[in-house]
Each structure stands twice: as structure tokens, then as C-alpha cells.
């Protein structure tokens, strides 16, 4: 079953004369479970693909269906209660709100839900991301690793279909860097999580099941190494 | 230049937007500064000139001098020009007006021609003591057919009233006794003159004044050694010191009399009246203060802004080596850029904005209040320079803190882009009932106002300045306008018309005349009361100890002014204070309406106070007592019981014509009927007729017509103009200041407000892709305004109350009553700030929202 699909996925910046085609006519698939990192140089249009799956930006033609939903039929408002429930961002920068606590960042999505936390999934995820001791600091008292771990667990917490996540390590120390990609690939295995990737880093890239290169805007390669 | 101010001057122009909306704000604060000086400085010179216009310019007067004692005067190092007059009445035979059968002579010195305001209409002013010119009121009004040319016989003596033994001046009434001249002339001299020109009614000429004035020639050279003629000073300086020094100068030559142009002195604020003084100078210190403090608020926020943003740049400048001092210098050079761009628009369109508000209120004024002179832009160079050198002072102030801090900022601070330093838990800690009773989002919005302290300290700040700005301000006019009504007896009336023999339907024919809108017919006897001691307002209570006055078994004996009105005017004045009239025209126990307020200047302490007259009740019984006639100086005053009135209304409002009492004294107000009925002595009863007309002047001619003897005309219309311009130029000035302290509240406000938003874009996008909805994101900007605006109106509110007693405080010198708290103001205020708050916060917000969720994170602030 497609938890993901990509039908002619287009984005195009800008006018005229000054046109850039970012994607251009993308297309795939992607099983629940999987995990698939898309991999391609710098201006190669990864990080537009991403965000339009993410449902944080709008393609100029094209669908992209989450678990059999038009994401962009939905009007705003549909559009921001799906991704708090379906839809985990995880990006380079963290992007913790620096005025909230640890707890506060991770439950997040159902704080805006108005749903109450389930304290045993907390507690989980809490557990697996070793942040038990940081519960109730602000992200100014963590050091980056620890902040990333935050966002892996404010884009889990409610268990959303598809896992995003933007050159998670782009900002870590080689340590750090191997923990967070640990941690993306247990939460894969282990709660069937499908978790895409995007990265310019090979090493990274091969750490993964499946792997799409983009090249200008187009799909260059698509090809699974872990069956 | 070097290459810190080069970064510095991209920067601002980078920032467009904000670095415009400081600019404008400067300008405003610099034009006020600019404005409030020469307002000032303009309006003085308007009421100089008016009061010259009207009454002639002259300083200071001694009356009664013999030759001699003019040359001390004349000699004087402190005299500029000295003007002579002397006077004296003469019979005008001819004269068509009963009430005004002389004619006034009014002599002058050549200078005092010249400084006195003398309209010739045809001819000229007479050169020698043979030449008058004559008011061309004698021709219209009198209808004595005087030419130029006409040579008169004329016996000049003073007005002596045979009754009392004394001397009447100009401002006295003829003196009636039963249709009869009660006056005569002693006649000092016999005169022959020849008119040669006419002029206008002088100003001076009160209109119910007996003498239609001529003006003849004071030859000081041909005065006798005895002969006493007044003389006035014009001043070479005014200042402070000008009265002792004419004391000084009288004692020394045994001058006894010296009088003072207090109306003119006033404008020069040399007023010997010490409390208005410091009063004034207290108000407006506290004004320009204000004025101040906002603008500091302003601009140091401004700035503040400038140097987070610019944290960055700053701290790669010392990265790459530079010091201290140019870090701080940089801030100080934007403000020097930022100054030298205000500055001289500020005070340009500080002038021309009151240069414009002069012309638009001059044609007012001439049109509605009859003012002659205009209101003239006068731009004196050194209030320039205080604009200047406040604006620049202000500047200065504003940017130290801000430039200290820049210089401060190290290398690591910038490249690590720490925005919100030392953040802690305690900081942002909100209680559990926000989100449960708000929502998530209001508890976001309470923590962004919570995080950065100093900021948000600085928006409050700001906030609070405006309230405080607006509330005083509108309470000093308040004030004002209070202090002004009770310093000039509130006159509701345009003519009085006074006789003590008329018959009542006599008077009843005035108020038919042609212009009279309203009009009272009211009759007026004195009699006495003793009031109970517990009634007695506490003010009576304090006098009656401090001056041990009489008090007679445990009563004080009060002045008891009964008023009857003509049923229609009672009818309107008991519905106007919202009683029934029927129930004062009961025969058994006659009901009254008691005036149970009053203001009155204490002449002890030259202190203006509100206080009651009386305390009591409805249903309350009164005793009236006649006033004994003949010598109560020597007898026990006996006193007669005349009737008992019982107490119908108690209200503040008095009817046209009435002036509120002194203490000790109480207004009863009666049905014409009523005073008809008690049995009162006619001879202790006046009448009079007050009128209300759209053309007061008219109708004084219109009453002269009439030929009436035994009446006497009081025309109040000019002296309530006065008061009435006052309050207008007051109004105008006070609000457009808080209009234009508004702009620049606003101003600070939208560029803090702005700033943090657009500093938060990455948060908002952040807060968007995790999945808040739009009407999430809308409810987090609202209560964040909504806790801005509170926290701000907390501060805010209790310090313009302190501030409002202050103002109360300080005027109360010379103005005493009760504190009240403005509530229409303060709701005004409460609205307003959300108002703007809201606003600031959408227009910022409209721009962002319509961003890309995605442009936003990957953009920095550049």
C-alpha cells in the first residue's frame, strides 16, 4: 500500500524571462515502512521536493497524495491539521520555539490539536531520545545534538504517515551525527515509521533502503539497495 | 568616511521602513517642541497687542500728581514715555439719552494720543487745550448735531453724588431719586472749544457710562504748580522687579496713589498674583516634560532596534578589529544622521504647522469672538535655539544607552546569533489556567511578550508613556477650562437691566426688543436666616473659628439673597435642574430652590474654592428675618421673622443673572408669586431683566431708545468674550498637541511591534509547518496585542492618575476643589490602545502571512 504518491510533481520560480524550473514533472511512489532518502547535489531541487511533500509549500502543477489524500485539495486550515497529524518535519536547523520547553516542543502538534497527550507514548519516545533529564529546559540549555533529538521527537510524537526530514545531521559533529541516524533508522524498523531523507551526503544516503537521485529538477536514478 | 559610518548609512537605508517612520517621528517631536515656544511666544504677543488695541499701552499709574512729582516721574531711569490725562464731566444740554446727559472730557498729553487706541473717523485730535474731538456716539446717539468746526461754551467739573458726598467716575451710574437727576457738577473751570474731528466710541467707555467722551488736549507745559493730573508710565523693561520700584519711587515722592495695568502686566507674566505664576510655570513645566520623555521613549527604541539588528555587522567590525569607541560611535553617528535630517524639518514644520493653524483660527476668531488684531506667527531666534537644542539633548539622551551597548557587543555574540540572551524557565513562565482557559496559542502569545524582558519593557514603556501623555493632558485641560470658568464668575447673560422703580410690566417690554433670545425677569430682596450649626459647610465651620465670628445660640446668621422669577423662567429653570414646578406654587409654606454650591475667590489667600453652602435637606424649614434698616454698627440688629420656607430642591445649576454667593451666604429661588406674596418692603426689593440676544449691541440701542429714566444698563457681552476665547484657543491648542503626541506614540509603538514580528519570522514559519492554522496563528498575534495593551494600561493608568493629582496638586495654589478621575478619558484611552496595539500587530502580520512558509526559514534578517 502507497502510504506516499508523486504524480507529475512540477515547481517553477519566478516569471518569464527569469523562470527556474526547480522540479519538473516528478514522479514515485513509496510503501509504508519504507525508508528512502533522495539524494542529489546542491540546486538540484531536493530540498523543494521535500517541502512539497511536506505540504508546506505549493507545487505549480502536479499531486502529491499522503495516505491516499490530495494534500493539495485541502484549503489552508485542512492543510495545517493534516500535517499536524500525518506529517513529521525534521530539519537542518532544528527550529525548536526557543520560548518553550522541551515537553512543550515535542507535544506540539497535539498541543495545537487540543488532544491530550498519551503519557506512555511520550514517555517512549522521551526514553528512546535519551532527553528524560532535559524535560522541562528551554532549547537554549541543550547542545545541538540534544536540540535535533527534540525535533525528531516533536515530528514523531503523533505517529503521522510520512517522516520528512531535511539534512538532519547538516549540523552536527560525526558522533552526533551517527546517534541521530541511529535513532531515525530504529524509530523505522521498529514502528514501521516511513522516514525519506533528503541529504547530499552519500554515506548517509547509503544507509538507507531505497535511494532517488534528483538532478535538475528530475528524477535521475531510482534504486533500491535493500529490498 | 569611514568605512563603520559607510555600513552605519546602508543600514538605515536597508531598513526603509523603519528608518523613515523614525524620522517622522523625530520631526513630530521637534516641530512640537518648535510649536509649543512659539505658541507661546505668539499668543502673548496677540494678547499684548489686543490689550494695547483696546486699552491703550501704558504700565504703570499715578494718580493725583503735582508738576513737581511728574519730573521725578518723568526723570525716572525706568520711564520710557510718560502720558498725562486729567478729566472732568460737562452738562451736553441737547442730549436725547436721559441716561447719559454730559459729556466726558478726556485730556490727554501729545504721547498719550498716541498710546491710547483713538479711532478718528473725520477731522483730526485736537493740538492745543481750545481743540476736542468728539465721540460720534453724540451724533448717533445722543442726537446732538456737534460739526466740525462747532465752537462750545462748557462748564467742567466732577460728578458729586449728593447723597453719599462722594466723587463718581465714569464707571459709576447716573444717580436716580424718583425721576430725578440725584447728582450734580462742581464746576472747576469754564472752558470755550472748538471740535475739530470725530472719533469712535472709545473701548474704554463703558456702555452704561453717564458721559459721552470727548478728547481734549493736556498741555503739560501750562499746568499750575498746584494743579493734580494722572499720569501713566510706559516701562523701559518689564520685569518683576517693576513694582517695587514704582513703590519705591512713590514713597519717594510722596506719590499716594499707584496703580498698576495688572490686565496688560498679566501677558508679560509679571502678574503680582504669585499663585497664577507658579501655577502657569508648574503646568507648563510639566507639559514640556512630557513632550520630552515621549520623545525619548521614541527614539531610544528606535535605536535600541537598530543596534540588536545590527549585532550581526557589530560584532564582525570587532572580529576584524575595531574598537570600542567606533562601535559606540557608529550609534552616535546614526543619531547625528538621523538628527541633522529631522531637526530642520521638525522646526520648519513646527513653524509652518503653526503658522497654518494661526491663519485657520484667525478667521474664526475675527468671525466668531470679534477679535481685531491677528494672531501673528512670531519666531523669536532664541526659541529656535531651545527647539534645537532640546531636540538635540534628546537625541543624545536616547542613543547613550543604545551606544554603550553596541559598543559592547563582541564578536562571538554576533556570529553565534544569540537574539534572545539568558533566557530562562522562570522568564517565559506562564500558569497552567492560560492554556486551559485560552488555548495553546494565547499561551504562546504570553510567553513571546514574556521573552525578551528588555523589549518588551521598551514597548511597554512606550505604551505607557502615551497614556499617561493623553490622560494628563486632557486632564490639565479639564483643569483649565475649570479654572478658568471659576475664576471669571460664570455669566450667562448678554444685558442686565437694573431699576428699582420700574413696574413690572414695564420691564416686561425689554425682553420683547428684536434680538433677545432669552430672557428673566427677576426680582431680588436681601434678607437674613440662622442656620443650625451642624448645617454649615466645613469651610464656614474653620472661618468662624479661625475669625471667632458671632455666633448667636448655636446658629450663624446667613445672607439670604431671595431671587422670584417670572413663572416661565422658573418653569425652565426647575425642568433644567430636573424639579417639579408645581410644587413651589403651594400657598401655605412657600418652597424654594437653594443653590446648595458655590465658587468664590477667598480674598485672604487670593485662593479660588468650590464648597457648599449649605448642608441640608429636602423638606428642610428656613426661617427668613428681615434685615434691619438704619446703623447695625452700634444696636443689637434686630431682626423680624418674615415668613418660613421650606427647602423644594437642592441643586448646583443657578439661573441666568444669579452669581453664586461667598460663604455665609445662600440662593433661594422662588416663583415670582411667591415674593409678591411674602410681605416684603418694596423699597428693599430691586428688579432687574437679564437678556440673552444674538446681537447684545443692537440691543443696547434698542433700550437707550426707549428713554426709560431710573434704568441701568449693564453690557456683560464683551467681557464674556474673553473668557470665551480663552477656552476656544485653550481647546484647540490642547487637542491638536495630544493629536500630534498620538503620531508619535504610534510611531514608537508600530516600529517596536513590527520589528519583533518580522525578528520572529522563522518562529511563525516554524509554528505554521507544524501545523497551526491560520485561525491558531490569528489567535496567538490577538492575545499577544491583547497582553501588551494590558500590561501597558496596568502601568499606565495608576501613573496618570499620580500624575493627575499632581496636576491637581499644583494647581490647587491657586484653584481649590475636589479631585475627580476622568472616566470617559480613561475608557477613550483603554479602547484606543487595543486599537493601535491590534493594529501595529496585523499590518506586520498581513506581510508575513502572505509569505512562503518555506522563503521564511531559509531567510535571516538581513
Known amino acids: ?227 | 568616511m569611514n568605512i563603520i559610518n559607510k555600513v552605519t548609512i546602508r543600514h538605515l537605508k536597508e531598513n526603509k521602513r523603519r528608518s523613515l517612520v523614525t524620522i517622522f517621528g523625530v520631526i513630530i517631536s521637534v516641530a512640537m517642541i518648535t510649536a509649543v515656544a512659539t505658541l507661546g511666544v505668539s499668543f502673548l504677543d496677540l494678547m499684548i497687542r489686543q490689550e494695547i488695541t483696546d486699552n491703550g499701552e501704558w504700565h504703570v499709574q499715578y494718580k493725583n500728581v503735582t508738576p513737581a512729582q511728574i519730573e521725578a516721574i518723568a526723570k525716572d531711569s525706568e520711564t520710557k514715555s510718560r502720558i498725562l490725562s486729567s478729566d472732568g464731566y460737562a452738562v451736553l444740554e441737547e442730549s436725547n439719552n436721559n441716561n447719559k446727559p454730559y459729556l466726558y472730557f478726556k485730556n490727554y498729553n501729545k504721547i498719550g494720543m498716541e498710546h491710547f487706541p483713538i479711532e478718528v473717523l473725520e477731522g483730526r485730535l485736537p493740538h492745543n487745550e481750545n481743540e476736542i474731538a468728539i465721540s460720534e456716539a453724540i451724533v448717533s446717539n445722543a442726537k446732538v448735531e456737534y460739526k466740525i468746526g462747532d465752537q462750545l461754551t462748557v462748564d467742567i467739573g466732577d460728578r458729586w453724588d449728593k447723597e453719599n458726598g462722594t466723587t463718581l467716575t465714569q464707571t459709576d451710574f447716573l444717580k436716580w431719586k424718583d425721576e430725578v437727576i440725584n447728582e450734580e457738577l462742581k464746576i472747576k473751570e469754564t472752558k470755550t472749544v472748538k471740535i475739530v474731528g470725530t472719533i469712535a466710541r472709545p473701548s474704554w467707555e463703558p456702555a452704561w457710562s453717564p458721559g459721552y467722551t470727548v478728547i481734549g488736549y493736556l498741555d503739560e507745559k501750562a499746568l499750575s504748580e498746584k494743579a493734580t493730573v494722572d499720569a501713566f508710565v510706559v516701562l523701559k523693561k518689564i520685569n518683576g522687579s517693576l513694582y517695587d520700584h514704582s513703590e519705591k519711587l512713590a514713597q519717594a515722592h510722596k506719590i499716594e496713589k499707584v496703580y498698576y495695568n495688572t490686565e496688560l502686566l498679566r501677558y508679560y507674566g509679571v502678574t503680582r498674583n504669585d499663585n497664577l505664576r507658579m501655577t502657569l510655570f508648574s503646568l507648563a513645566g510639566i507639559i514640556i516634560g512630557i513632550i520630552i520623555i515621549g520623545s525619548v521613549a521614541l527614539i531610544y527604541n528606535a535605536f535600541a532596534i537598530s543596534v540588536s539588528e545590527r549585532a550581526r555587522h557589530l560584532g564582525m567590525l570587532s572580529s576584524v578589529g575595531a574598537t570600542k569607541k567606533q562601535k559606540r560611535n557608529s550609534v552616535f553617528f546614526e543619531g547625528a544622521v538621523i538628527g541633522s535630517i529631522s531637526i530642520p524639518i521638525g522646526i520648519l514644520s513646527g513653524l509652518a504647522g503653526i503658522g497654518i493653524t494661526f491663519g485657520f483660527i484667525n478667521k474664526y476668531l475675527q468671525g466668531a469672538l470679534g477679535v481685531s488684531e491677528n494672531l501673528e506667527l512670531v519666531v523669536t531666534p532664541s526659541a529656535i535655539l531651545i527647539a534645537c537644542g532640546i531636540s538635540i539633548l534628546t537625541i543624545f539622551i536616547s542613543t547613550y544607552v543604545p551606544a554603550q551597548k553596541a559598543s559592547r557587543v563582541s564578536a562571538i555574540d554576533a556570529i553565534r546569533q544569540i537574539h534572545d540572551i539568558k533566557l530562562s524557565r522562570k522568564t517565559v513562565k506562564t500558569s497552567r489556567f492560560v492554556r486551559k482557559v485560552f488555548g495553546l496559542e494565547a499561551e504562546i502569545g504570553l510567553k513571546n511578550v514574556k521573552r525578551n524582558k528588555k523589549r518588551y519593557l521598551a514597548t511597554v514603556f512606550s505604551l505607557v508613556i502615551s497614556i499617561i501623555l493623553f490622560l494628563s493632558v486632557s486632564y490639565f485641560t479639564d483643569n483649565l477650562k475649570k479654572s478658568l470658568a471659576m475664576s471669571q464668575n460664570d455669566l450667562q447673560y448678554d444685558i442686565q437691566i437694573y431699576s428699582s422703580q420700574l413696574e413690572r410690566n414695564d420691564l416686561a417690554e425689554f425682553t420683547k426688543l428684536d434680538h433677545v433670545t432669552k430672557s428673566t425677569i427677576m426680582k431680588e430682596a436681601q434678607l437674613e436666616a440662622l442656620i443650625e450649626m451642624d448645617q454649615l459647610p466645613a469651610q464656614l465651620k474653620t472661618r468662624i473659628k479661625e475669625q471667632d465670628l458671632t455666633v448667636e445660640d448655636g446658629k450663624f446668621p446667613y445672607f439670604v439673597m431671595l431671587y422670584g422669577l417670572d413663572q416661565e423662567s422658573f418653569n425652565a429653570y426647575a425642568e433644567q435642574i430636573g424639579v417639579d414646578a408645581k410644587g413651589f406654587n403651594q400657598q401655605d409654606t412657600p418652597a424654594a430652590i437653594v443653590i446648595d454650591q458655590t465658587s468664590y475667590q477667598d480674598y485672604a489667600s487670593g485662593k479660588f474654592i468650590e464648597s457648599k453652602t449649605i448642608e441640608s435637606e429636602v423638606g428642610n424649614k428656613i426661617d427668613l428675618l428681615t434685615l434691619p434698616q438704619g446703623n447695625t454698627e452700634n444696636d443689637q440688629p434686630k431682626r423680624e421673622f418674615l415668613s418660613t420656607i421650606v427647602i423644594g430642591a437642592l441643586t448646583d445649576q443657578v439661573p441666568m443673572g444669579i452669581h453664586t454667593p461667598s460663604l455665609g451666604g445662600i440662593n433661594m429661588i422662588v416663583p415670582e408669586a411667591t415674593i409678591d406674596q411674602l410681605a416684603i418692603d418694596p423699597e428693599a426689593i430691586s428688579s432687574f431683566v437679564y437678556l440673552s440676544s444674538t446681537d447684545p449691541m443692537a440691543t443696547q440701542t434698542a433700550i437707550e431708545d426707549r428713554k426709560e429714566t431710573s434704568v441701568e444698563v449693564y453690557n456683560v457681552y464683551q467681557q464674556r468674550q474673553k473668557q470665551e476665547q480663552m477656552i476656544l484657543l485653550m481647546s484647540i491648542f490642547t487637542y491638536g498637541f495630544i493629536t500630534l503626541i498620538s503620531f508619535i506614540s504610534v510611531a514608537n509603538i508600530f516600529n517596536t511591534i513590527s520589528t519583533s514580528i518580522s525578528l520572529r519570522k522563522r518562529e511563525f514559519a516554524m509554528l505554521r509547518s507544524v501545523g497551526m492554522t491560520p485561525k491558531g496563528f490569528n489567535k496567538m498575534i490577538q492575545y499577544e496585542s491583547i497582553f501588551y495593551g494590558a500590561k501597558a494600561l496596568l502601568y499606565g493608568l495608576p501613573i496618570s492618575v499620580l500624575i493627575m493629582l499632581g496636576i491637581h496638586l499644583s494647581t490647587n495654589h491657586t484653584f481649590e476643589y475636589e479631585f475627580s478621575l476622568p472616566w470617559m478619558s480613561i475608557l477613550f484611552v483603554i479602547i484606543v490602545i487595543f486599537l493601535i496595539v491590534g493594529s501595529a500587530m496585523l499590518y506586520s502580520i498581513t506581510k508575513i502571512k502572505n509569505e512562503n512558509i518555506i522563503e521564511s526559514l531559509k531567510q535571516e534578517n538581513i
Not at chain 1, 107 to 125: C, E, H, S
Not at chain 1, 154 to 163: D, K, T
Open chain 1, 1 to 227: 500500500m502507497n502510504i506516499l504518491e508523486v504524480k507529475n510533481l512540477s515547481k517553477v520560480y519566478g516569471k518569464g524571462e527569469t523562470a527556474v524550473k526547480a522540479l519538473d514533472d516528478v514522479s514515485f511512489s513509496v510503501k509504508k515502512g519504507d525508508f528512502v532518502c533522495i539524494i542529489g547535489p546542491s540546486g538540484s531541487g531536493k530540498s523543494t521536493l521535500l517541502h512539497l511533500l511536506g505540504g508546506v509549500d505549493r507545487p505549480t502543477s502536479g499531486k502529491v497524495l499522503i495516505d491516499q489524500t490530495d494534500i493539495y485539495n485541502l484549503n489552508e486550515t485542512q492543510l495545517a491539521i493534516f500535517r499536524r497529524r500525518q506529517i513529521g518535519l525534521i530539519y537542518q536547523f532544528y527550529n525548536l520555539i526557543p520560548i518553550l520547553t522541551v515537553e512543550e516542543n515535542i507535544t506540539l502538534p497535539m498541543l495545537l490539536d487540543a488532544q491530550k497527550v498519551d503519557p506512555a507514548q511520550l514517555n517512549r519516545v522521551v526514553d528512546v531520545l535519551g532527553l528524560n533529564e532535559r524535560l522541562s529546559h528551554l532549547p537554549n540549555q541543550l547542545s545541538g545534538g540534544q536540540q535535533q533529538r527534540v525535533s525528531i521527537g516533536r515530528a514523531l510524537i503523533s505517529n503521522p504517515a510520512i517522516m520528512l526530514a531535511d539534512e538532519p545531521t547538516g549540523n552536527l559533529d560525526s558522533q552526533n551525527s551517527k546517534e541521530i541516524m541511529e535513532l531515525l533508522k530504529m524509530f523505522n524498523k521498529t514502528y514501521n515509521q516511513t522516514l525519506i531523507v533528503i541529504t547530499h551526503d552519500e554515506r548517509i544516503a547509503l544507509q538507507a533502503d531505497r535511494i532517488i537521485s534528483i538532478e535538475d529538477g528530475k528524477v535521475a536514478k531510482d534504486e533500491v539497495i535493500r529490498p
